[in-house]
């Protein structure tokens, strides 16, 4: 964990009520290019049930992964009513947080088995699908570098583990080729390197076969599939097959 337990907590309410704001009073029937035949109820939907779903994997230290229709989602029939129905379910994500020990083991899918793990998923699930509402509401997104950083490191993290969801991440194979990717606004940047028998970050720092490179905002949307912003560029350098395979067999 980059950044520290408080900071998850306080930016998963912080982004939920930038989201709200975002989406209150928008036609909810507004499609996501990001998330291709979804509309915006689908998007707000999708993230407080998965908000939901996380806070009672905290409540109960789950030890194993639990079935998600064993949570009641509580849904609003009216579909404009879904902003607050995600700012409740935030104010009793954030309850959860305060009260939970980040080093309490638990399960989770990816490698860190610990409270914080669902802390950090939380943020990250939130925040870039607040900029995928906003992009589909014609706004630029805002995103802190700092919190961008640890995003893409998040997300470059545990997509070696995803595969049980999102099985298209096994096409992420090689003969030991390595793509960078770097920011440009903060100093921070990642080797991954794509074995034969799988992928994951790389500490060895050779040469790379291929980079990208663009602000930490523009990378994280880049990880997880997002065209960067009008007016904003992401640079790609080196292996442009590479880059392709990259970006074909890495969004979940």
Request: proline share 9%; hydrophobic share 45%; aromatic share 8%.
């Amino acid at each position: 964990m980059s950044l520290s337990y408080v900071t998850y907590c306080t930016a998963i309410e912080r982004e939920t009520h930038r989201f709200v704001q975002v989406t209150a009073g928008a036609d909810p029937a507004t499609p996501v290019p990001a998330c291709p035949g979804w509309a915006l109820t689908d998007l707000i939907r999708h993230t407080g049930n998965l908000q939901r779903w996380f806070t009672v994997l905290l409540r109960d230290l789950a030890q194993q992964r639990p079935a998600r229709p064993e949570i009641d989602p509580d849904l609003p029939s009216d579909p404009a009513a879904y902003p607050g129905w995600l700012t409740a379910g935030v104010t009793a994500a954030g309850a959860v947080l305060r009260v939970t020990d980040p080093d309490a083991p638990m399960w989770a899918w990816g490698p860190d088995k610990h409270a914080r793990f669902w802390a950090r998923r939380m943020l990250f699930e939130t925040l870039v699908h607040r900029a995928d509402a906003e992009l589909a509401l014609g706004l630029n997104p805002g995103i802190d570098a700092e919190l961008a950083a640890d995003g893409v490191d998040e997300f470059l993290t545990n997509l070696p583990s995803a595969l049980p969801f999102a099985p298209q991440v096994a096409g992420l194979r090689g003969a030991d080729e390595v793509i960078r990717f770097e920011c440009t606004d903060v100093d921070r940047q990642w080797a991954v390197r794509l074995r034969p028998d799988g992928f994951g970050l790389d500490p060895d720092g050779e040469a790379p076969h291929a980079s990208i490179r663009a602000t930490a905002a523009d990378l994280l949307l880049f990880v997880y599939g997002r065209p960067a912003p009008a007016g904003r560029a992401v640079t790609r350098l080196g292996d442009e097959a590479l880059i392709t395979r990259w970006c074909t067999n890495s969004r979940f």
